[in-house]
């Protein structure tokens, strides 16, 4: 079990790693240049004071543990712990579960508790008898992203703000990949280690 603090979200981690390999070698295709968005932090908080619940506690879980949008409309109520800040999160298809830690002191962890109860009955943390659908929640967000005018995002650009969030605040990228649940550093490396335009000028300052 491996513990990462990053500026006051603390992470813990487990990773079950799904691994595979090819029958034959195939000849590798170019890949596209990673297109990451980073939601700026005046855009999400006036989308989040526009939010109803649970949208408004599920984008603060992405941007508290930096979680798939799959991962949180999946959450199970029995798999999070908000008296400890304990979470495991749900396999969805690209990584096993994987142990996380949230501050229970945190903007998330006091959401979360108003959230709770009130939620209807049923497993899963934010849907009830059945988890909201990935495609609702990428809906209603781009709908309060138009009504508030900010540059529309998807959910999944909340996880790629986490992740540049901690490469901005120099944490190993090692780190950075563990708590994403990427199988490789190079994952994390392709989408995040490019041309950050705010870290250039910060490095340039003053040249």
């Not at 994952?187 to 041309?195: C, D, F, I, K, V």
């Amino acid at each position: 079990m491996q513990v990462l603090s990053f500026h006051g979200r603390v992470v813990s981690l487990s990773v079950r790693e799904k691994v595979t390999s090819d029958v034959a070698a195939k000849p590798r295709k170019k890949q596209r240049k990673a297109v990451v968005q980073i939601v700026r932090p005046e855009h999400f908080e006036r989308v989040l004071d526009a939010s109803k619940e649970p949208y408004r506690t599920m984008m603060l879980l992405q941007w508290a543990v930096g979680l798939r949008p799959g991962e949180v409309c999946k959450m199970r109520a029995a798999d999070i712990n908000t008296d400890t800040g304990d979470l495991i999160t749900p396999r969805d298809g690209k990584t096993g579960e994987r142990h996380l830690c949230f501050d229970v002191d945190g903007r998330f962890a006091k959401s979360l508790t108003a959230v709770i109860d009130q939620r209807p009955d049923g497993p899963y943390l934010f849907g009830g008898e059945k988890p909201i659908r990935v495609n609702t929640y990428n809906i209603y967000v781009h709908r309060v992203c138009e009504r508030v005018g900010v540059p529309v995002f998807r959910p999944y650009a909340l996880r790629h703000t986490y992740a540049t969030e901690l490469i901005r605040a120099n944490q190993p990228i090692s780190d950075v990949s563990a708590a994403l649940g990427h199988s490789s550093v190079l994952t994390t490396a392709r989408y995040y280690l490019h041309a950050d335009p705010e870290m250039i000028r910060r490095l340039n300052k003053g040249r």
